[in-house]
């Protein structure tokens, strides 16, 4: 059990952003009370066809250094690119593991709740749907590796703001290319003109509808164009997550209950996990990344340090302004949700508490998991239509 006495005993096990909520230094920090029970780690698969995939194409990638010192996979298929990741780039290997690690072709976000909380407790709640799918490099038994419909695309994601109505229809869509030196495209809709704007690549760096994450903070805290960055491997050990939240899948939490609001204590300090919840210890890749030299210039975070799980590459963030000044805490309470062909998996875009804590600002961002069971065919086949949620063209028939 570690407390606010006892933790400086145990920080060699804990990522930088958990020790700085324990340390007190900035605003946001945990209660004399909070705790972290430590308890035995969560079994976990990676997804069969995944697995299968993985042993199929992986001997044929290579890691290839573009000229502005960025990398890529050349001859990336499908699976894991580097499934025993080593020097030379060890660092760059883990990043495109992170950003190829298993994602289900689609998964569909019914209602997510976006708890804004500033320093005096205040709430300001912002509801989203929306859809991610996996497009190109898919690893599912009854699916292409590559769309049909949209063959050059890896990956889009289409957030709708639901609530407030005064923000009712305001759309994000970003869509990542199979070719990783690609630029992403990133859209938005505007209800007030009533049509999509393409926003410039720069725009990465804007808040995500206002939350304290930027677009590159999405997809569970990674959400970069991973051919602009360098990784600098800095650690290999064990580091304290949780990936087992009860209670367990498909019993709802929900956020909104007054009484949930209090047990995780939402406006009186950083949202912490009852004392009941158990935390363990996982095999970890520790990596600095930074931008490429070239492309630095006005970009938003000096470093993004990673912490990246050794099998399945969730994970949790430090965030460091350009003068490596503490920015930013990025972190996952995961539970398990099944992808629908009898496998489970963790942490792509929906089955986790997503906390983003500006610490500059004393402001953070609290989301809760999607409600709804809608991963792959469970998710309703109005989402499978390319066309209309992962393409600009679809952004046009919003307010119809």
């Given at each position: 059990?570690?407390?606010?006495?006892?933790?400086?005993?145990?920080?060699?096990?804990?990522?930088?952003?958990?020790?700085?909520?324990?340390?007190?230094?900035?605003?946001?920090?945990?209660?004399?009370?909070?705790?972290?029970?430590?308890?035995?780690?969560?079994?976990?698969?990676?997804?069969?066809?995944?697995?299968?995939?993985?042993?199929?194409?992986?001997?044929?990638?290579?890691?290839?250094?573009?000229?502005?010192?960025?990398?890529?996979?050349?001859?990336?298929?499908?699976?894991?690119?580097?499934?025993?990741?080593?020097?030379?780039?060890?660092?760059?290997?883990?990043?495109?593991?992170?950003?190829?690690?298993?994602?289900?072709?689609?998964?569909?976000?019914?209602?997510?709740?976006?708890?804004?909380?500033?320093?005096?407790?205040?709430?300001?709640?912002?509801?989203?749907?929306?859809?991610?799918?996996?497009?190109?490099?898919?690893?599912?038994?009854?699916?292409?590796?590559?769309?049909?419909?949209?063959?050059?695309?890896?990956?889009?994601?289409?957030?709708?703001?639901?609530?407030?109505?005064?923000?009712?229809?305001?759309?994000?869509?970003?869509?990542?290319?199979?070719d990783p030196t690609r630029e992403e495209d990133i859209w938005s809709f505007v209800?007030?003109?009533?049509?999509?704007?393409?926003?410039?690549?720069?725009?990465?760096?804007?808040?995500?509808?206002?939350?304290?994450?930027?677009?590159?903070?999405?997809?569970?805290?990674?959400?970069?164009?991973?051919?602009?960055?360098?990784?600098?491997?800095?650690?290999?050990?064990?580091?304290?997550?949780?990936?087992?939240?009860?209670?367990?899948?498909?019993?709802?939490?929900?956020?909104?209950?007054?009484?949930?609001?209090?047990?995780?204590?939402?406006?009186?300090?950083?949202?912490?996990?009852?004392?009941?919840?158990?935390?363990?210890?996982?095999?970890?890749?520790?990596?600095?990344?930074?931008?490429?030299?070239?492309?630095?210039?006005?970009?938003?975070?000096?470093?993004?340090?990673?912490?990246?799980?050794?099998?399945?590459?969730?994970?949790?963030?430090?965030?460091?302004?350009?003068?490596?000044?503490?920015?930013?805490?990025?972190?996952?309470?995961?539970?398990?949700?099944?992808?629908?062909?009898?496998?489970?998996?963790?942490?792509d875009s929906s089955n986790y508490v997503f906390e983003a804590i500006d610490l500059?600002?004393?402001?953070?961002?609290?989301?809760?998991?999607?409600?709804?069971?809608?991963?792959?065919?469970?998710?309703?086949?109005?989402?499978?239509?390319?066309?209309?949620?992962?393409?600009?063209?679809?952004?046009?028939?919003?307010?119809?």
């Open positions: 059990m570690i407390t606010a006495q006892n933790w400086q005993r145990y920080k060699d096990y804990m990522p930088e952003w958990m020790q700085w909520l324990f340390s007190g230094q900035f605003y946001f920090k945990l209660g004399p009370n909070d705790q972290i029970v430590v308890g035995p780690p969560t079994p976990k698969a990676l997804p069969k066809t995944y697995v299968a995939n993985t042993e199929r194409y992986s001997g044929q990638v290579k890691l290839k250094v573009l000229d502005d010192g960025g990398t890529l996979p050349e001859n990336y298929t499908a699976g894991l690119p580097f499934p025993n990741p080593t020097e030379p780039h060890l660092g760059d290997k883990i990043l495109w593991n992170v950003w190829y690690r298993y994602a289900p072709r689609i998964e569909q976000q019914d209602v997510v709740q976006e708890l804004l909380v500033d320093k005096y407790g205040q709430i300001f709640q912002q509801d989203i749907m929306g859809s991610t799918q996996r497009l190109g490099h898919v690893s599912e038994p009854d699916e292409p590796i590559y769309n049909k419909t949209e063959p050059d695309l890896d990956f889009s994601q289409y957030v709708e703001v639901i609530k407030p109505e005064q923000s009712k229809y305001t759309v994000s869509l970003t869509r990542f290319y199979t209800p007030s003109l009533r049509r999509p704007l393409r926003l410039s690549a720069s725009s990465r760096c804007s808040p995500s509808l206002g939350a304290d994450l930027d677009i590159d903070d999405q997809k569970g805290g990674y959400n970069l164009h991973t051919a602009d960055f360098n990784g600098h491997a800095i650690a290999h050990k064990k580091i304290l997550v949780m990936n087992n939240f009860q209670p367990a899948w498909p019993a709802r939490v929900d956020f909104t209950d007054p009484a949930m609001l209090k047990l995780w204590h939402v406006t009186s300090g950083v949202p912490w996990p009852p004392n009941s919840q158990r935390w363990e210890l996982r095999d970890t890749y520790v990596v600095d990344t930074t931008r490429v030299p070239s492309k630095r210039a006005g970009y938003c975070y000096g470093n993004r340090r990673v912490y990246a799980d050794s099998l399945d590459w969730t994970l949790s963030e430090d965030l460091f302004d350009m003068n490596m000044k503490p920015w930013k805490a990025i972190f996952l309470l995961n539970r398990l949700h099944p992808n629908g062909y009898g496998d489970t998996f963790l942490g500059q600002n004393s402001h953070l961002s609290f989301i809760n998991e999607f409600l709804g069971e809608h991963v792959n065919h469970a998710a309703d086949p109005s989402w499978y239509n390319v066309a209309r949620y992962a393409s600009p063209t679809g952004l046009l028939e919003i307010m119809k």
